[in-house]
């Protein structure tokens, strides 16, 4: 299988998991911002990730992408319900978390934004659903305050079970994309969450280019 991604993108971060958690190789393809044939060629629109099957074929959207690898091999670990307190907090915390991450997604280190075409094309993308990228910077410490509190509430619905389930598919690509913010601070089960997942899900985080 084949899997046609962004590297910053939370979305794709989905997708990636569920091969690193079940260990089933694959190839991993960097699409360019600002690159509309390629995507539009595959499934008839500009949207990531794509996943190249075993015959050709092409199926996009990221939890379609991780049930359909996760019911390739046993045991299923994408097949219960989300978490609905987790679920709810990701609603609340994904605004301010993507004003702090978006303007450092646009200046970052990623394949995806190779070319200063791509970066142009990238930011102004974002600046159309953002507004002003430069002026969201500006108010890192109020931002920083917000998310902070957002954090320790988190701390205390993480569940003990360390199980992965669906739940990991929604929570950590969010976190995962705050790591690219220099000064947050995690409380210990979060930093603790971060790391573990990570590491099952052979997904790198953002912290070595922080900003």
């Keep these: 299988m084949k899997l046609f991604t962004y590297e910053h993108c939370p979305f794709c971060v989905r997708a990636r998991m569920i091969f690193g958690l079940k260990n089933t190789p694959f190839e991993l393809a960097i699409i360019m911002e600002g690159d509309v ?20 074929s092409f ?6 992408i991780v049930h ?35 303007p450092r997604f646009t200046e970052g280190e990623f394949a995806e934004l190779a070319t200063q075409s791509a970066r142009q094309a990238f930011r102004q993308r974002e600046e159309k659903a953002f507004g002003d990228l430069s002026a969201l910077l500006a108010e890192t410490p109020a931002l920083i305050r917000d998310v902070e509190q957002k954090l320790a509430e988190l701390e205390t619905l993480l569940p003990t079970d360390e199980t992965v389930s669906t739940t990991d598919f929604i929570l950590f690509p969010i976190l995962r994309s705050l790591t690219i913010v220099k000064g947050i601070h995690y409380g210990p089960r979060v930093s603790e969450y971060l790391h573990r997942v990570a590491a099952a899900a052979q997904i790198n985080l953002l912290t070595a280019q922080a900003r």
């Design 37 to 56: 044939e390629t995507p539009t060629r595959m499934v008839g629109r500009k949207v990531v990730p794509i996943l190249q099957k075993e015959d050709g």
């Design 68 to 102: 359909y690898v996760d019911s390739q091999k046993a045991p299923q670990i994408a097949n219960q319900p989300v978490d609905s307190a987790i679920e709810a907090w990701c609603k609340s915390a994904s605004g301010v978390v993507f004003k702090l991450a978006v």
């Design 59 to 64: 199926m996009p959207e990221s939890m379609d």
